[in-house]
């Protein structure tokens, strides 16, 4: 679960983008509420005005859905609580509590989200057993998710345990790099065991596992109890992100005698990992061959063409048109990381919903500038900087690197310094021990580039070009 402090990051965030769009006074004659908390897909917030609310609910509702979408990736619920009644503005009745159930600005799809809960039991039973899992995104099903040739084996699997449960491919263990469909993937077998079976199905991440089981051990025997026999009656057990029981000595005994009973008693154990098993060198040996003993597969990065698939997919479910050439920008701006061609393409269908304006390839280039001028998504080495600058100083890699203090030299190298600075996250003594040097000669050299962009208007325009040409040098 996200922390609060992040949902309250995304609550300033949407505010700021609200107010420049609605303008500084509608903004602050009705963007008044306190933050009370945030989970996985809901905000809370609390007012005591119910006029506020209905004001809200009536105007803004859909800006902040999208805002929050655009910002947090996915359908984030807004559910604002009125504290106490103000005397000119009584409330009636049946509105104290939750004034926003009937023009609530949450989006349709995140009411309907399957809690584990609702979907793990047969139906005669649900209101007498309350697992207190992680919900299931309703979105994350097999019908979404595009096959590849980066994941094919991996979906195959994962169909095959959601099908025929706790028979074959036990446990099912499903690792790649972030935001390549590891969580959609797994909780796709839940949604899909819970609509066609009557399987039990818990997931949950290995982190929200660590704080239960932390809790319960501060909470005493009965809660420790309850805790193990949640897990342990589990028909299909998710459970995502599994690295994160590193160096959790104790949360990993626990997962270690909880897969014991779930494994003896033919039980589906299914996991997720951001690398494969022999590279979990902080997990416990005896779990680790455990988790590794049935089907390891992985997720790998997708091709252009499964790239293209997928935001068609996602373009299919918004119903905002976007067109191939947008499409394109993004798969070719975007290669390692399909959450964050997604969140891209959100970003255009909030601008668009916002504006009420087509999206086009020139609006699309403008908006996503700064996604993809993003150094982690491009994955700009500075070796890659030094060589295009180089290049296009017709000097070698040598002598930029070099000692060299001619002009010819030193500017191309204060160039590429201040390059690194401004579109890697490296620190200025990282820079300077690649050319040789300390930090304060990348400091130096950024004084004089600033400078010299100052002094000569093309200067910015020129590091721009060179700019763009690192980035197409380090797109795969
Ligand atoms: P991970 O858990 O590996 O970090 P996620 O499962 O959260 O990644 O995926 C990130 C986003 O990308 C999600 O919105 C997911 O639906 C989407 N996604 C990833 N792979 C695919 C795919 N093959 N088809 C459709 N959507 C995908
Ligand atoms: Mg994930």
Redesign the pocket.
Known sequence: MPKTRDGKMLWEETKTKIKSAIGEQDFSRWFKFDFVEAAQDKITLSTSSKMVVDQINRRYSRIIETTMRELA??NIALDIHITSESPTQKPSKGDEKHATSSEHPQPAKTEKRLSAADIGEPVRERSSKKIAAIQLNE??VFD?????EN?AFAVNAAKAVAMNPGIEYNPLFIY??????????I?AIGNYAAKNSDCMVIYTTAENFTNEFIDSTAKGKQAMNDFKRKYRKADILLI??IHFLERKPQSQEELFNTYNTLYQAKKQMVF?CDRPVAELKQIAERLTSRLGSGLPVD?QI?LYE?RY??LQ??IETTGIPIPDDVINLICKNISTN??D??AALNKLTGYAKLTKKDITLATAQQQLKDIFTSPKLLNVTIETIAQVIAFEHGITLNDIRGKNRKKQIVTPRHIAMYIAHNITELSTTEIGQFFGRDHSSVTHAEEKIKKQKQENPYEEERIQNLIKIIKEQSVK
């Open positions: 990736g996915r979105e994350f979404n998710y595009v096959i590849g994941n790649g790099g972030v935001g390549l469909g590891k969580t959609h993937l909780q995502d992100d997720t997720i997708p499964t698939a997928i997919k996602k399909v959450r061609m997604i």
